[in-house]
Each structure stands twice: as C-alpha cells, then as structure tokens.
C-alpha cells in the first residue's frame, strides 16, 4: 500500500545549537565551528524531513487499537553532508553533524503527533519500536507496512536503515488527546505516564543509548581521546 509523504517541518536554531553543545560537552571553544555545521546541516535537511503512515483500524474482537505503521527521516542530506566532512578529514565536524542531526530527529516525534492528530483525530498512546519487544522483532522490519509503501527510506540486508537518520516504528493510537505519549521517554516530563512505570531504566537505555555511551567509529574515538 502506497502511502504519502508528510513534510515535517525542522529548524537548526541558535538555541537548539547551543542545548546541543551542552549536552554532548563540546567545549566553549568550539561554539563557531558548531554554528557553522547546524547551518549547513540545516540546509542539508530542508525539504527532506518527514514521514510516512499506513493506519490499521481498531479490532473490537481482539480488543486491540488503531495502530499507524510509521516510517520517519531527516532525508539523505545528512549522510551526505556527513561524507563530505570524511572526504575532507573533518572528523569533529563529522560527530557534531551526528549529534546535531540525532537531537534533530528526536525533535520530529512531537511534530508528527500533531500532524497525525489533526488528521486521523488519533493520537498517539505508546510507541513500538523494532527489537524493543518479542512482538516486534528487528527482523520484521522489513515488512514494516510504511516501509512497503515508500522508496525514499530502506531497509538493507543488514538491517540499517538508510538514509541513516530514520526510524520505523508502530505507533497504538487513542482518540484520549490528553494521553499523548511524546515518543521518547528520556525528553518527556510525563514521569507518571504508564509507559514509564512499565519499562525499567535498562530498557529505556537500550530503546534511547546516549551517543557519548555507545561504542564509536576509530575516528569519534581519536576525537574524544578514548
């Protein structure tokens, strides 16, 4: 099934900028060379975000609910933008394009639940993502039903999405505006939210690892001096 995309619409700011310096501990020092990689990598992703749903209705007999199948990205700017810094050694560049674009995707879920809200008038209560849970095996990404329905986003044989700054994931749907689930527990502020209470922290790690936590590429590495 042939499914449409829907622009998102995503900002590279002076703040943003900033919060991500902050966050990812690259020195004061280095506030001009960041600001220069965020204007080029909002260049990279103008036009290019956005996502795509396939909606599966409500089974009353099963009692399960509206699901969307979703696939969503930043487009192929940024692994392009990341090569071009390669190409010229410009490894610190090249992690702060990372670090800016992950924190950029992340920024797209709230987004998303407001174009899908005034929509479907559905809204999204817990997202799954592929390899989280038994139900929704990495394997079974592939045939993800929005990943079917595009040519933009790829799911290769090693299981990488590409372009590399996607995501595919189902989305169990309410008409409870109020239950809004942000998508990503680390940057919600909803601690009594059900889908904290029911996942341990280790869990959460492995949904969301911190960038500066997950093993990196012998180039990060010299950068960090690790």
Known sequence: ???EKNSLFVEVTEAFTESVRKKYHFPAQEKAAMAQVAADLWQAVSGRAGFWYVMQKADAVTQKPALASVVMTLGAGVD??????????ALLECYMAEALAGELLLSCYPRMNRLLGEREGLYPARYCFYGSQEEY???AMKTAPALLGQTEVVCNRALCLVPKKSVVFF???????KT??????AGCGQRDCP???AEGDAQKQSRWPDLLSRPLPYGYERILGR
């Open 137 to 139: 095996p990495l394997e």
């Open 171 to 177: 989305v169990e749907l309410t008409r409870d505006e």
């Open 195 to 197: 889908n904290w209470q």
């Open 1 to 3: 099934m042939k499914s």
């Open 180 to 185: 809004v689930c942000q998508g990503v527990c």
């Open 80 to 89: 392009e933008l990341q090569e071009h810094y390669m190409r010229r050694d």
